[in-house]
């Protein structure tokens, strides 16, 4: 059974530019959810997703959005980048939002310059 | 405000020996705690976890005691193994609100051979 797969693993983009990326969830998985990590903040909750509905929002500005497609994949998006935006950006995949274990994928590593 | 707070960023043990990993949380609506560990270039893996209805449960050489008093859990290894040298992180999931897992900031943990 594959994993949860993230794309791209890497990406450097300059400031003001936006970026988008990809998470396809474990099969059969219908719950994803996204976290950014930086150091000494842990990784933080952005937002998750169910049946193409976010159901729940973290603490980061209106740059930071999402979407969930039919298929359960998931995308996030994060508009005019600034530089503290530099982080690990990891997506989970949960069978629904009541299952208490979230799988991760190996995430994206966001540079920007 | 860190809800979940890691306030060891490093520890370093003897293989074979006890490892101890502490978290402290200040919200008494959290109702279930989990363990991930993250190895460089990976994402998080589930290790294990424990619901607020309990004070202990155990996994192989893994063990959570959860302290609802103190507002404390902690992970102890027994036997410690070089390969249990990684980052570890706590997570707590709210009764309500909009986070799904709020991670603390990670202790990284050195078994030495």
């Known amino acids: 059974k594959a994993g949860v797969t993230q794309t791209p693993r890497y990406l450097i983009k300059t400031r003001g530019q936006q970026v988008t990326l990809s998470c396809s969830p474990i099969s059969g998985h219908r719950s994803v959810s996204w976290y950014q990590q930086t150091p000494g903040q842990g990784l933080q909750f952005l937002f998750e997703y169910f049946s193409e509905t976010q159901r729940n929002k973290g603490n980061f500005p209106g740059r930071f959005s999402g979407r969930q497609f039919s298929n359960s994949r998931s995308e996030m998006n994060v508009s005019t980048l600034e530089l503290g935006d530099s982080a690990l950006y990891l997506c989970?995949?949960?069978?629904?939002?009541?299952?208490?274990?979230?799988?991760f994928g190996q995430g994206t590593r966001l540079t920007v310059v | 405000d860190q809800q979940v707070k890691q306030n060891s960023p490093s520890l370093s043990v003897q293989e074979g020996r006890i490892s101890i990993l502490n978290c402290d949380y200040t919200n008494s609506m959290f109702d279930y705690f989990l363990w991930y560990k993250k190895y460089p270039a990976e994402g998080p893996t589930f290790l294990i976890s424990?619901?607020?209805?309990?004070d202990k449960n155990e996994d192989g050489r893994f063990t959570v005691f959860l302290n609802k008093s103190a507002k404390h859990l902690s992970l102890h290894i027994v036997p410690s193994q070089p390969g249990d040298s990684a980052v570890y992180f706590c997570?707590?999931?709210?009764?309500?609100?909009?986070?799904?897992?709020?991670f603390g900031t990670g202790t990284r943990l050195k078994v030495l051979a």
């Open positions: 989970a995949s949960s069978y629904d939002t009541q299952n208490t274990e979230a799988f």
């Open positions: 424990i619901s607020s209805i309990k």
């Open positions: 997570a707590a999931i709210p009764t309500s609100g909009t986070y799904k897992y709020i």
